[in-house]
């Protein structure tokens, strides 16, 4: 890894710079001065989209910055012809010759022009990750390719932002909150993932729960007659077995496809998914206890298979009215067996007092139908509108465990079964006003209502365990209401909100009152951007968010690990809330430097550890107060021609202050992230990308953490005149991107490590038919799935 790393700053050093020079133009129609044409600027060589612009009111446009070489001009307006020109950038400004755009008798709704997009683009408000193209995300999982954004941590499983602890994730712009997004997450192929879009501050307009949004935008067209894509991906896990403790060999096999059909006022869209893939999931647990030694070893191996399938149809009505529906779901098993060998010494010789093997065989069957039916209203041409959507969502979640406990020559057998459906209901609106002075008003209002049952029945030896039996019903109610307003002036770019929630909670166990909660929350927002210069802004953010509890979270039941080892929910958790602050420097918009420092209180530690004599359980707790700081430094990376990416570093320091187990608990430490992804492309048809991220050592709740990370690299080539492409990747090279650490306090002494199966080789095949005309497309967002990383499905 020190390789690894001293070579990534070598290359990030000797990054070349190179002379930037001005481009100039008119364009013009019938002898008339065209104004908000649309001017693309294409490289050359690959046809890859460098900047875009649009003509000002007498016809004239100007790109800043432009590094000397070969490239495109493309000219489009609404009701003309697109126009192309070839131009070199040398070494002085250019000046191009009059552009003159030929009016077509019927305009075609769109522009015709593709480019390629860079799997990172840096905007104002948000990191854009085309995942489409990406030689790297080729054949993975939607985790698998969060792990390579930067800004995002994920360690067993959990995913963070930088300063932002807890995030939501939307998929298609909805929230996904009464779900287990982890495994959605680790069962959708990325082949259906167009682009995900992290925003580190939102909003008013989006749902104040969760830190930061990560938003999955899924592929869907809306070109003219039928087209769609089919992907097929095959994997093979690359491991020393003997070393892991392994028998088998892990694959991964996803076929899928998606199609569109656009005629007239109907677009009809739909795609299915398939992945059935083993996996395993390796972890130690080293306890000293007093004057014992426990240590455990987890070996967990399993196989699942899940069918994600959408169908879909939008309505144009009129010029002003279009409606929609949505039918969206999975199915999901899994078949896995965890095997635990805990082993009791003496911490002052190594003797052992006692071992015992615990195995506990699961079977996991989840399923999911949801349907929204949404409907937009445009009142005039200036961007008057109105959207309303409505959701029913269905989960039922079924979970099957035999525990068999081995010790000397006794045998304990015990059973737990979970039978857990999820109902959820959402109304939402939005609207927009604009004003003629560029100004703009949002509204909106949404109201969720969730009702979710959770039956475990445990049996030990063939009888009801009472103790760790449990019924629990859970009953939310989320209503919200937002204001936006923005304003442009001169050099000044504004925008203030006003979010209020106002949740009504319930919880029911065993018949009697667990949890009974109904509160109302205010969650301001502000954002000012300011021109410095031509090319140089500068930006303040603030927004207050909120992470409820989860369901599970609060649900009091336990769960057996093994005979030494449980977790137990709470339902007396408070929701944690956070005021977030960011400065950011900009450079042609895009921001290279930013300072953010995020405040919450009331933080959740999801497994807070307590001691009762032998038996080690965890549980979540409201417990501290975290100061967050954060520089981030984002930086291209461009060698020649045929060379570029993207580069980001990360200075973060964590203090957590706390009342825990009759002491304080205040630890401070900083840590470094370094993130880098390179593109080198020899052909219009052949690249190849390497990527990777390299994290100090770091500090998160109680944990200390040691440094991991990984270096992805993958080769790409298409086929077919650019409709198909083959894809060859090899995930976690050198397999560090693993978690390994440590908790010491008071009298708990805990140390941990975790692998799974990341690393792998896959090849994929994808292939694109029908008209890949692009045209304008109905973009909406709605509330189905709402509220969803809350209840965890595994």
């Known amino acids: 890894m020190t390789r690894l790393l001293c070579t990534t700053v070598l290359l990030l050093i000797s990054v070349v710079l190179f002379g930037q020079y001005k481009v100039t133009g008119k364009v013009t129609e019938e002898g008339k001065f065209v104004s908000q044409a649309t001017i693309l600027l294409l490289k050359a ?12 009111s007498e016809g004239q446009f100007l790109f800043e910055a432009i590094p000397s070489g070969r490239y495109w001009l493309s000219v489009s307006k609404v009701g003309a012809k697109t126009a192309k020109q070839s131009i070199e950038v040398l070494q002085a400004n250019l000046q191009v010759n009059e552009i003159h755009l030929q009016t077509e008798p019927k305009a075609l709704g769109g522009v015709t022009v593709t480019a390629r997009k860079p799997f990172l683009e840096q905007r104002v408000d948000k990191l854009v990750v085309n995942v489409e193209n990406s030689a790297t995300a080729a054949g993975g ?72 949004v990560i938003n999955i935008v899924l592929k869907r067209t809306a070109n003219l007659g039928m087209n769609g894509n089919v992907s097929l991906t095959g994997g093979l896990g690359i491991y020393n077995k003997q070393k892991e403790g392994l028998h088998d060999n892990f694959y991964r096999l996803s076929p899928g496809f998606n199609l569109n059909y656009r005629k007239g006022s109907w677009n009809v869209f739909g795609g299915y998914s398939l992945l059935n893939r083993t996996y395993f999931d390796n972890s130690t647990f080293d306890r000293a206890i007093e004057e014992n030694r426990f240590k455990q070893i987890n070996r967990e191996v399993g196989e699942i298979t899940s069918h994600n399938y959408r169908l879909g149809a939008d309505y144009v009505i009129n010029k002003k009215n279009t409606v929609g529906v949505l039918l969206r779901g999975f199915y999901r098993t899994a078949d896995e067996v965890v095997t635990n060998n805990t082993i009791q010494s003496k911490l002052s010789n190594g003797e052992t007092v006692s071992s015992f093997e615990t195995i506990n065989r699961e079977a996991i069957v989840r399923s999911n139908l949801s349907a929204n039916v949404n409907w937009k209203h445009v009142f005039d041409s200036l961007g008057k509108e109105l959207n309303i959507d409505a959701d029913y969502a269905f989960f039922q979640l079924d979970n099957t465990g035999d525990i068999s406990i081995h010790q000397a020559n006794s045998i ?123 090319s140089m802004g500068a930006g303040l953010q603030y927004s207050k968010r909120v992470s409820r509890p989860s369901f599970q979270q609060q649900n009091p039941f336990v769960n057996v690990i093994d005979s030494l080892t449980y977790t137990r929910g709470n339902p007396l958790l408070k929701p944690q809330t956070t005021d977030a602050y960011k400065f950011t420097l900009s450079y042609n918009n895009q921001p290279f430097i930013g300072v953010s420092y995020n405040v919450t209180k009331d933080v959740i530690f999801e497994n807070a550890p307590k001691q009762e004599g032998n038996l080690t359980y965890t549980t979540p707790e409201n417990l501290a107060r975290l100061d967050n700081l954060a520089i981030e430094l984002n930086f291209p990376i461009k060698l020649g021609k045929k060379i570029e990416g993207f580069g980001s570093n990360q200075f973060i320091r964590n203090h957590y202050k706390a009342d825990y187990l009759n002491g304080t608990y205040d630890k401070a430490k900083w840590n470094w992230m370094l993130y880098s992804q390179i593109t080198y492309r020899p052909l219009p048809t052949l690249s190849f990308e390497v990527n990777g991220f390299y994290m100090t050592r770091f500090l998160n709740e109680f944990l200390i953490l040691e440094p991991f990370g990984n270096i992805n690299l993958g080769v790409q080539k298409t086929i077919w005149n650019k409709k198909g492409r083959i894809s060859l990747n090899f995930s976690d090279m050198l397999y560090t991107n693993r978690t390994k650490g440590r908790l010491q306090y008071q009298e708990i002494d805990v140390a941990l490590l975790e692998k799974n199966d990341s690393r792998s080789v896959r090849l994929t095949f994808n292939y694109s038919f029908g008209n890949q005309k692009l045209k304008a497309a109905r973009n909406r967002s709605t509330g189905s799935d709402t509220e969803a990383n809350r209840v965890k499905t595994n």
């Open 45 to 56: 060589t690959d046809s890859t989209l460098y900047k875009s612009v649009l003509t000002n």
């Open 141 to 212: 999982t939607a985790l698998e390719v969060l792990q390579k954004v930067p800004g995002l941590i994920i360690t067993s499983d959990n995913i963070s932002m930088v300063g932002k602890p807890n995030v939501l994730i939307l998929i298609d712009g909805r929230t996904t909150q009464y779900q287990d997004v982890t495994q959605l997450l680790k069962d959708m192929p990325a082949n259906n993932i167009e682009k995900i879009e992290v925003i580190t501050n939102p909003s008013a307009k989006y749902d104040a729960s969760g830190g930061g």
């Open 412 to 534: 304990s057998e015990s059973n737990q079964n979970v039978d857990n459906p999820v109902r959820l209901g959402v109304f939402k609106l939005d609207y927009t006003h604009p004003f003629k002075n560029k100004a703009k008003m949002e509204l909106g209002a949404k109201s969720t209502i969730a009702s979710i049952d959770n039956g475990l029945m445990y049996l030990r030896n063939g009888i009801k365990d009472l103790r760790f039996s449990s019924e629990f019903l859970y009953n939310e109610n989320v209503n919200a209401a937002y204001v936006n307003l923005q304003k442009s002036m001169k050099k000044w770019e504004l925008m203030a909100g006003l979010r209020v929630e106002q949740t009504i909670a319930k919880g029911d166990s065993a018949g009697k009152k667990a949890l009974n909660r109904n509160y109302i929350q205010a969650f301001p927002s502000a954002f000012a951007n300011y021109k410095i210069s031509k």
